[in-house]
């Protein structure tokens, strides 16, 4: 990466303060990139859903997974539920989605109550033997008594097994007119389903699977109490990463649950932070950090800058920091401040292997929250920040009724916020479509075949307010 006049501003600079320039290329598709990572995580597109309790669950895990991204499940969550959740996740499907399912004497408003939870709106109706008898989506239940039964608004689908390559699933639904394949196993039991967009992801995207082909999810723990136990614990369910987190990363405290998780000797990748700094970078690296979380304060939950003063705008703490790693060998994470696929495409160019999204990703189908409804009927989400009076008091439940009323008064951040859901991107493999093309259209530019070479070929200038304004769209017209 380098400035176009060579020379770095004095100033720290935000993701909106810079552009990158096109170059000469001879990359001629955005699908002759490959988008995987380079920190050892086994990611193949550059996304890390952050640790937070209203984004991070199993659903989640499972979908970003699958298009090869990765879900961190929060530091809150116990052991025993980590290992739960890792294994179900383990146990999907590389290819095919998860089923919603109901049986024939179920009634209407069971499925109302599950079609919101998926972002292709429906559910599977199976018989006594879990064979499908067909599908039933919201249009199928409008009009219709909300006691009624669903065998008798089931309407048939594409049934085919696991094994049909996708590209065949996509063209037989379109020559049906089909939106919603259904996979069976052997015994013609249901086992998946699989829309025509999710048959096209499957040709484009390749699922973070480990050295067993079962996909891939992270875990954080932190830097309280006994750090070795709580990351074997962890370890021990089977996670592919952990991650050791904690708001304020260049401390003693990280250092010390640092060097006590080194001591057990993990065989996966560890990140830790956050910091914004190379110092601070090159000490968490130093204490045993294979990946540094890079960020304070530019998350759309964190209230950090505004009640402290601290932080560090994102851009520049990414460039700094990447540099310092990759000085080591050794990669960072952009944690925050991402609001648009040009956030991480900027976050790629100035050297982080990934960049971490919370909240964009709260308000979608896949996010553990219950879909809800304004007053006018549009569907959204809640968030909150993991440093919130709500997180602080879930956190603190275990603790003595003084001791959690004085942390209560030292809460940092949102705690409930409306995500709404997008019409035309409710789900984050919507989110994940348009951040693919973003970073690898901005590849194409550079003329950069894989994200290291993007880092190395990545030409930047400064803009103002007024040079980022003009890059907007005018969906409204003038």
């Known amino acids: 990466m380098r400035f176009l006049d060579g020379h770095r501003p004095a100033h720290d600079l935000t993701y909106d303060d810079v552009y990158l320039l096109p170059n000469r290329s001879d990359v001629e598709s955005r699908f002759d990139v490959d988008l995987s990572t380079a920190d050892g995580t ?12 209203a984004v991070a669950g199993r659903r989640m895990a499972e979908t970003v997974a699958r298009r090869g991204g990765l879900v961190v499940l929060p530091q809150d969550v116990d052991p025993a539920a980590v290992a739960e959740i890792t294994s179900w996740v383990k146990s999907r499907h590389a290819v095919w989605d998860t089923p919603l399912v109901l049986t024939g004497g179920d009634a209407v408003a069971d499925a109302l109550n599950l079609v919101g939870k998926r972002a292709h709106g429906a559910v599977v109706v199976v018989d006594a033997d879990g064979r499908p008898v067909g599908v039933v989506d919201e249009a199928a239940c409008a009009g219709v008594d909300r006691f009624s039964r669903l065998s008798d608004v089931v309407t048939p689908a ?40 999710a048959a096209l992801r499957a040709e484009i995207y390749t699922p973070a699977l480990d050295h067993l082909g079962r996909l891939r999810v992270a875990a954080a723990i932190g830097v309280n109490g006994d750090v070795a136990a709580k990351a074997e614990a962890v370890l021990d369910a089977g996670v592919d990463v952990l991650v050791v987190d904690t708001a304020h990363g260049h401390q003693e405290k990280m250092i010390s649950a640092l060097k006590a998780v080194r001591s057990i000797s993990p065989s996966v990748p560890v990140v830790a932070g956050n910091v914004v700094t190379a110092e601070g970078t090159r000490d968490l690296i130093a204490a045993g950090a294979d990946v540094v979380k890079v960020g304070v304060g530019p998350g759309a939950m964190c209230t950090t800058r505004m009640m402290t003063g601290v932080g560090r705008p994102q851009f520049s703490a990414v460039a700094d920091c990447a540099a310092a790693a990759r000085e080591l060998g050794k990669h ?75 942390k209560a008064l030292f809460e940092e951040g949102i705690s409930s916020s409306r995500m709404a859901l997008d019409p035309q991107r409710p789900g984050v493999e919507d989110l994940l479509d348009s951040i693919g093309s973003g970073v690898r259209s901005a590849c194409t530019y550079a003329g950069a075949r894989t994200l290291e070479e993007f880092h190395e070929r990545a030409v930047l200038g400064v803009q103002s307010a007024a040079g980022f304004a003009e890059g907007r769209p005018l969906p409204a017209g003038w």
């Open 332 to 406: 960072v994470w952009a944690d925050g401040g991402v609001r648009h696929p040009r956030d991480v495409a900027l976050a790629l160019a100035a050297g982080a292997s990934a960049a971490m999204v919370g909240s964009w990703f709260a308000g979608t189908h896949e996010s553990p929250g219950d879909l809800r409804y304004d007053e006018n009927g549009r569907p959204y989400k809640e968030s909150f920040g993991m440093a919130s009076k709500r997180a602080v008091g879930a956190r603190t439940r275990t603790d003595n009724a003084f001791d959690r009323a004085r």
């Open 42 to 53: 086994g990611a193949t597109f550059p996304i890390v859903v952050a640790n937070m309790t």
């Open 158 to 197: 594409l049934v085919t097994d696991l094994d049909t390559a996708p590209r065949e699933v996509f063209e037989r639904l379109h020559e049906h007119g089909g939106k919603l394949a259904l996979g069976v196993d052997a015994d013609g039991r249901l086992a998946g389903v699989l829309t025509d967009v």
